[in-house]
């Protein structure tokens, strides 16, 4: 059902903890699975994504997920993290069974809303950066919570 990579980041995630004075946090969740994420970034003064962390509250997949998003941004300039989309994340895992694949949104939405909060931070414009949502569950589901 997963894949060794699913597992290995599941069962040996990196990068988990939290930065303190991050220059970045975004906070993602699916109110659908109960999935929550959060990712804290170190951005230096070149733009560079010098450290990343995540906090993850959900099922394997939403912790394999969130390691190897870390690994995907550490060391990419701002504007290559906003390029890491949920199929890389899911392409670098060897796959998600269909029923997880909300897991690498939510991996990939955790990046843009730390970015967001970094941009907000520092009064800046990322280009390509939309305001992210909090909760990835469909639409017509968020009405019912």
């Not at 303190?20 to 560079?48: F, H, P, Q, W």
């Not at 949104?105 to 931070?121: G, P, R, T, V």
């Not at 390509?128 to 569950?137: C, F, Q, T, V």
Request: proline share 3%; charged share 30%.
């Amino acid at each position: 059902m997963y894949s060794e990579k699913v597992m290995d980041h599941f069962q040996h995630p990196r990068n988990v903890g939290e930065i303190e004075n991050a220059s970045g946090v975004g906070t993602v969740g699916n109110a659908k699975c109960g999935d929550i994420m959060r990712m804290y970034l170190d951005i230096d003064d070149d733009g560079i994504i010098r450290d990343c962390k995540f906090k993850t509250f959900g099922c394997g997949a939403a912790v394999a997920t969130s390691s190897m998003a870390t690994e995907l941004v550490m060391g990419k300039t701002i504007q290559e993290a906003l390029e890491v989309t949920n199929k890389a994340v899911m392409e670098a895992l060897d796959g998600l069974p269909p029923v997880k694949v909300h897991c690498s949104l939510l991996a990939e939405e955790a990046i843009h809303a730390a970015l967001w909060d970094y941009a907000e931070k520092h009064g800046i414009k990322i280009e390509g950066l939309e305001k992210p949502k909090s909760d990835i569950s469909e639409e017509e589901e968020e009405e019912d919570y």
